[in-house]
């Protein structure tokens, strides 16, 4: 082999490549502006998924021709042209919205320089080539202050992660305000581990961190037992923390690119224990904006539809008549109201479109409260496809199986494309699924016999079919015990579900239950979901508070893959950015399975909801075509046993008056 160039040599090509390639980029960027102007003399739309589609085919053979691999080709492109469509739509958007378009923008946003919501805030500006004066604040309440004063011109709010669910907080805030939402935007978050330069990941012994990415971060953080966590209240403080202490011992978490503005550097990136771990932003303003027909747009309306049976399930099937999507739904309480709660939906439309504006006026008539909280452009570019035959690959390869794997749901065992009617699981008494809906108590280990006999029979008069049982490393004598208590429900013709919490759980939960529930935190174990897909008796799948629909449906798949068809799936609520520790009922989550998949659908309100909002919810929840509902008894004890035994009652009426 003959001797390489020297390196420097090599790198110095390198580098200047990548000046050529950066300096063609922006000037596809320029072009692509061009195309938007005119677009807005011709009234197109920015969207042409047909020349994309040209596009990435003629693109994939030239870079074949060059030894370039498919995929790699279509993965450059298409975030190319998600940038090139983002650049048009901002901006058309500031062409239709002229009063927007100023020098500088002042932007209130929570925490300080580097924080995730400054980072949304720098690329939502630069975007529009606007330079931006910052305003950290410490609430979301502040943030909303500061533009209602008028001291900022915009505020960003965080609304969601697809890792942790709803910001709850920030829908609390929306209800009360007279801001118009006026945009939304999205970034990546990547966490990483900042140190100081030079520091060494061997060095390291605090980590400092907000509580949400030490959260999402916690598979990465279980294995390094050896960190000190140190909690802050944002990001940024970590950051500015560690580069203060000026000492190689000490980390934070947070972006590579906020790091960069306290000079820290990136020792160990993509902590998250999700791949694709996103946060999107809302952008408020005193003036509501319009949005140019040629771009995709959305609308997020707040909505109180009254108590009365079916009303939620009219109000969606307006939109529906309309063929109005809407791509979130989610309830928060009304404050001094109990039992009622306020919509939040996000529909996908434009606030002057004609389907659109009848349904706003047949909703007003049928709800009790509807205001139209902005109508704003959708930033969400969904990349564009190949076709295998356009993409010229062979069928078997594994890269066009995963390419098919996330684009069509028809080969999945848990999809309706798989199998059109609604599965139906029926053990015993508990009878849930295509139609059917069922009740299930969830009771607390340890307990003695006699308590326990007593609390099957009055659960059996209440209305529930099945007891789940949790706690089990928690008993003692637990063998024994357990057989005496699986006695004592059948007795009362009750259903015995053993929740399995830890992986030593599983033989006795197997060997006794007739239904066996996995916990959300074991989830993510395939050994454990290999197993119960080998089972005779029914099993329950509780949705893990970090995973997504996809990951509680890829758990599903494994399971129904191992020849368990007796499959229901529950949802218990997901973390979120709220102070309160508690998880968000992701009642969205719920509309999303049913949308997909054939399985029953519990939802497990205790963990999420107030006591004495659970009947309202489990309206909701019916409403919503949930199959049915888990009570934790622990979460509705009151102090005397009659209020108990009226909420039970509440909870169940609400479950069956609505069927
Ligand atoms: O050709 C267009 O119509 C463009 O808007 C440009 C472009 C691109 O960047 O290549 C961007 C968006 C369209 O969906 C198709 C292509």
């Known amino acids: 082999m003959s001797k390489p160039q020297p390196l420097n040599h090599t790198r110095e090509q390198i580098t200047s490549l990548d000046n050529e390639l950066l300096a063609l980029l922006a000037k596809r ?26 596009l990435l085919s003629r693109l994939v053979k030239q870079g074949r021709e060059q030894g370039l691999d498919a995929h790699y080709v279509i993965s450059l492109y298409q975030s190319i042209i998600e940038d090139s469509v983002l650049n048009q739509q901002a901006y058309l958007h500031g062409r239709a919205n002229p009063e927007t378009q100023q020098q500088q923008y002042c932007i209130a946003y929570l925490g300080a320089r580097g924080s995730y919501s400054y980072l949304a805030a720098s690329r939502y500006c630069n975007r529009r080539q606007v330079e931006m004066q910052d305003l950290g604040c410490q609430s979301f309440d502040e943030i909303v202050q500061a533009v209602e004063s008028g001291h900022a011109d915009y505020g960003f709010l965080p609304i969601e992660n697809t890792s942790s669910g709803s910001i709850n907080e920030v829908y609390d805030v929306l209800q009360h305000t007279s801001l118009a939402i006026v945009g939304e935007t999205t970034i990546e978050v990547g966490h990483c581990l900042l140190a100081n330069s030079g520091s060494n990941i061997a060095d390291i012994k605090t980590v400092y961190a907000h509580p949400q990415p030490i959260s999402q971060c916690s598979r990465y953080l279980s294995q390094r037992s050896e960190f000190k966590l140190e909690y802050c209240s944002s990001s940024a403080e970590a950051m500015e923390k560690v580069c203060n202490a000026n000492d190689s011992s000490v980390a934070a978490i947070g972006s590579a690119e906020g790091g960069a503005l306290y000079q820290l550097e990136a020792i160990e990136t993509d902590l998250a224990n999700q791949k694709v771990n996103q946060s999107r932003f809302i952008v408020v303003a005193r003036k509501a904006v319009e949005v140019p027909s040629q771009l995709p747009a959305k609308c997020t309306l707040i909505m109180a539809t009254g108590q009365k049976p079916g009303a939620l399930v009219e109000a969606l099937l307006v939109l529906k008549a309309r063929n109005l999507n809407m791509s979130k739904l989610e309830s928060r309480p009304i404050p001094g109201t109990p039992w009622e709660e306020m919509f939040y939906l996000d529909i996908d439309a434009n606030l002057s479109s004609e389907p659109m504006q009848a349904a706003l006026k047949e909703l007003e008539r049928t709800t009790r409260f509807i205001k139209v909280l902005g109508c704003y452009p959708c930033e969400t570019v969904k990349p564009t496809q190949l076709s295998n035959s356009q993409l010229m690959i062979e069928p078997n390869t594994s890269k066009s199986t995963a390419v098919a794997a996330t684009t069509s749901n028809k080969q999945q065992r848990f999809s309706k494309q798989y199998k059109s009617e609604a599965t139906q699981v029926v053990c015993g008494q508990l009878d ?45 004598d637990v063998i024994n015990s357990i057989d005496k208590f699986k006695h004592a429900l059948a007795q009362f013709n009750l259903v015995c579900v053993l929740v399995i919490e830890h992986e030593t759980d599983l033989t006795m939960a197997t060997q006794f239950a007739d239904v066996v529930m996995l916990s959300g935190n074991l989830m993510y174990n395939q050994a454990i979901l290999i197993q119960l897909g080998s089972l005779l008796v029914p099993v329950i799948v509780e949705r893990n508070t970090m995973a997504s629909v996809d990951d509680l449906l890829n758990a599903a798949e494994i399971i129904l893959g191992q020849g368990n068809q007796q499959l229901i799936l529950c949802e218990s609520g997901v973390t979120t950015l709220n102070n309160s520790g508690k998880p968000s009922l992701d009642l969205a989550a719920l509309v999303e399975l049913k949308a997909l998949s054939h399985l029953p659908i519990l939802v497990n309100p205790s963990y999420a909801i107030e006591s004495e909002q659970m009947p309202t919810f489990v309206r909701a929840i019916r409403q919503l075509k949930g199959d049915g509902v888990m009570v934790n008894l622990s979460a509705i004890e009151h102090a005397s046993k009659a209020d108990t035994a009226e909420l039970i009652n509440k909870i169940l009426s609400s479950l069956y008056q609505s069927h």
Do not use: H, Y
């Not at 739309?45 to 589609?53: F, G, Q, W, Y």
């Open 432 to 476: 849930l699924g295509n139609g059917n809906i069922g009740a299930l108590a969830q009771m607390q280990l340890p307990i003695d016999l006699l308590q326990f006999e007593q609390m099957a029979k009055e659960l059996k008069e209440a209305g529930f079919q099945a007891v789940a049982i949790q706690g089990l490393s928690q008993q003692s």
């Open 29 to 54: 960027r320029e072009l692509s502006l061009d195309v938007a102007r005119s677009k807005e003399v011709d009234v197109r739309p920015i969207r042409d998924t047909i020349r994309e589609k040209e």
